[in-house]
């Protein structure tokens, strides 16, 4: 597993860009699968940034896993933990994507594509520690 | 992120190019609102649009209901990529695309 531990800050975005990037770069997954998963990894450490230590920083810790099957599945497993204010951004509400434009609110819609494009999305508090881990399955050689 | 713009002081083209996410629109939003007072018609062009996050979202969706009050807003050339989000979030029914 690779991990990275940086101050979470917006600035910092393109430090966990490189990171992810450097840690799929050996992973065959369909590029439609990276997308989805760099836009997964902007939308939580966005939240980090904003709601774990605000108005202080504090450190986020990013792990990046591949999980192979051995036949013909494999599996990204990421995981962000930070020990800011207890908070499980999967409790929220869902959007309702379906009103209209004068009724949509501005927002809100980071972690509701996490849920909808991430195949298990998981929160725990553990250690003094919010951790939300994101699951990815891909057919290998599936390009 | 690049953004090229045209105005003829009625209509503003914006044409975004690589990728819109968090570390870059509050400079997209910021240019846009300098440009936008008196436009009538706002046009995006996403061609060669590669990523956007919901930063880039919320952007789009500000500026769709600023347009509805002052004018028109279309969005041209989505690509897939990008078409998929719009979708998933509810945006095509929200946006205009040509």
């Known amino acids: 597993m690779r991990e990275l531990k940086i101050e979470a800050t917006i600035e910092n975005l393109s430090k966990v860009f490189t990171f992810l990037q450097e840690s799929l770069e050996h992973c065959d997954a369909p590029p439609k699968v990276k997308r989805q998963i760099k836009l997964c990894v902007e939308e939580i450490y966005m939240n980090i940034t904003h709601y774990a230590y605000n108005p202080e920083t504090g450190i986020a810790k990013i792990g990046v896993e591949l999980k192979d099957d051995g036949k013909d599945q494999e599996r990204i497993v990421i995981s962000f933990a930070d020990k800011g204010k207890p908070y499980d951004p999967l409790a929220k509400q869902d959007p309702d994507i379906n009103l209209s434009l004068d009724d949509r609110p501005i927002g809100g819609l980071g972690i509701y594509l996490v849920k909808t494009t991430m195949d298990n999305v998981a929160y725990e508090h553990k250690d003094g520690q919010n951790v939300l881990t994101i699951e990815k399955d891909f057919e290998k050689n599936a390009k | ?98």
């Open chain 2, 1 to 98: 992120m690049n953004f090229e713009k045209t105005n003829n002081g009625t209509t503003l083209t914006v044409e975004l190019v690589g990728e819109v996410d968090s570390m870059n629109t509050p400079e997209l939003e910021e240019k846009l609102l300098k440009e936008i007072d008196g436009v009538k018609e706002l046009i995006f062009d996403l061609k060669g649009l590669e990523y956007i996050s919901s930063a880039g979202l919320r952007v789009l969706l500000t500026m769709q209901k600023t347009m509805k009050a002052q004018g028109s807003m279309i969005i041209r050339n989505t690509n897939e990529e990008v078409m998929e989000i719009f979708k998933v979030t509810g945006f095509v029914r929200l946006l205009n695309l040509v």
